[in-house]
């Protein structure tokens, strides 16, 4: 089976999130895809503003109706800062027969060097960007063993953090997440000062 995973901090999952996942899971013709919460990314440490439940709460609310997602929860199980490396490990146990493919953002791309492991990480399983609008990618070839791919699909410009942002002034998150996501954030009040 091929199998991606889509991982990120999903603080809230957005559209922009879901359409990525729906364009990769089409161009690269998936078996499975999974969406991986992560405890705390160890390159962006202040990311995270709601607590794990609420997260994983929002991601299930997104996608639960849709077949082709499925949620992985190792990271947020597991705690701590969210290596890669260390997910892909418990993947490849969980999955030994299968081709794994690692779906990140354009914008980590220049990154990528900067990930632990990404040596063995390059020879375990390969790379999926997508291009994101305002962060031309620039893949570092350097790295040894590194399989990149690109993935051409719909850019929207959202982020997590400015759908924080806008919550915080009183702005409406319609049009941006699914209506179950911005219902629980109404009903648990995130994101407010």
Same mark, same amino acid.
């Given at each position: ?6 991982? #990120?901090? &999903? ?13 990769? =899971?089409?161009? =690269? ?15 962006? @440490?202040?990311?995270? $503003? ?12 997104a ?8 949620? @992985?929860? =190792?990271?947020?199980?597991? #705690?701590g ?9 418990? &993947?490849?146990?969980?999955?030994p ?25 390059? @020879?375990?399983?390969?790379?999926i &960007? ?14 040894? #063993? ?10 929207i410009?959202?982020?997590s953090?400015?759908?924080? $942002?806008?919550?915080?002034? #009183?702005?409406?998150?319609?049009? &941006? ?5 911005i ?7 995130? =994101?407010?000062?």
């Open positions: 089976m091929k199998i991606g995973f889509l991982g #990120g901090s &999903f603080d809230p999952v957005h559209f922009g999130h879901l359409i990525a996942a729906q364009d990769v =899971y089409e161009q =690269y013709h998936f078996d499975r895809l999974f969406l991986v919460p992560a405890a705390q990314a160890p390159l962006k @440490a202040q990311d995270m $503003q709601s607590v794990t439940e609420d997260r994983l709460a929002m991601l299930r609310a996608c639960e109706w849709d077949h082709r997602l499925e949620i @992985a929860d =190792y990271e947020l199980n597991k #705690g800062v969210s290596y890669t490396i260390d997910s892909v490990r418990h &993947f490849q146990q969980q999955f027969q299968d081709e794994l493919f690692w779906i990140i953002g354009g914008d980590q791309l220049p990154l990528l060097h900067k990930w632990k492991d990404i040596n063995k990480l390059a @020879a375990m399983v390969e790379f &960007f997508l291009e994101r609008p305002g962060h031309p990618s620039k893949p570092h070839t350097d790295i040894p #063993g590194l399989r990149l791919h690109r993935c051409d699909g719909h850019l410009e959202i982020s953090s400015e759908l924080r $942002q806008r919550v915080r002034h #009183g702005r409406s998150l319609n049009y &941006f997440c699914p209506q179950k996501v219902a629980y954030i109404e009903s648990k009040k995130l =994101y407010r000062q």
